[in-house]
């Protein structure tokens, strides 16, 4: 984490991000997000359908924490406030872990989530959200912790 002050364009960037995520699209794409069932099938299956409405949504949530995530790598927003408030991105980055790899090699996009990545795995504080939400999502989605096994 980052040992600097947040400042207030750090809370002004939050409260635009926050106010981002309250979109109407945005919110069905978070909704649809939240309840797919996360196995690399699953994910597959949305990916290999660019036209489908499913598919926008998962570009949409993975987009925009993708975005976020770059912001704190690139030290345009306090990593420590970030972690403080953006614990979605952390949900986002935790149900693709299982499979990311396998993700991006079938769709040749090596480069798919990095910033969430690079963020995620930074500290042992992060790699234990990480874990912890990955727990949570395992007890919600019972099937899909086997098939990620």
Not at 72 to 89: K, P, S, Y
Not at 100 to 115: H, M
Not at 116 to 125: P, Q, Y
Request: aromatic content about 10%; proline content about 5%.
């Amino acid at each position: 984490m980052s040992d600097s002050q947040p400042t207030h364009d750090d809370a002004e960037l939050i409260l635009k991000l926050y106010d981002l995520r309250r979109e109407p699209v945005m919110r069905e794409a978070r909704v649809y997000f939240a309840n797919l069932p996360p196995t690399e099938d699953n994910f597959l299956k949305v990916v290999a359908n660019p036209g489908s409405k499913e598919n926008s949504y998962v570009r949409q949530v993975a987009g925009y924490w993708e975005m976020a995530a770059s912001f704190v790598n690139h030290g345009v927003l306090n990593a420590a406030l970030a972690f403080d408030t953006l614990q979605e991105m952390y949900f986002v980055y935790a149900k693709i872990k299982p499979f990311l790899s396998v993700l991006r090699e079938k769709t040749n996009t090596p480069d798919f989530l990095i910033n969430m990545e690079k963020l995620a795995e930074s500290t042992a504080e992060t790699r234990a959200r990480v874990a912890r939400v990955q727990a949570r999502i395992a007890a919600r989605f019972p099937e899909a912790a086997k098939v990620n096994a």
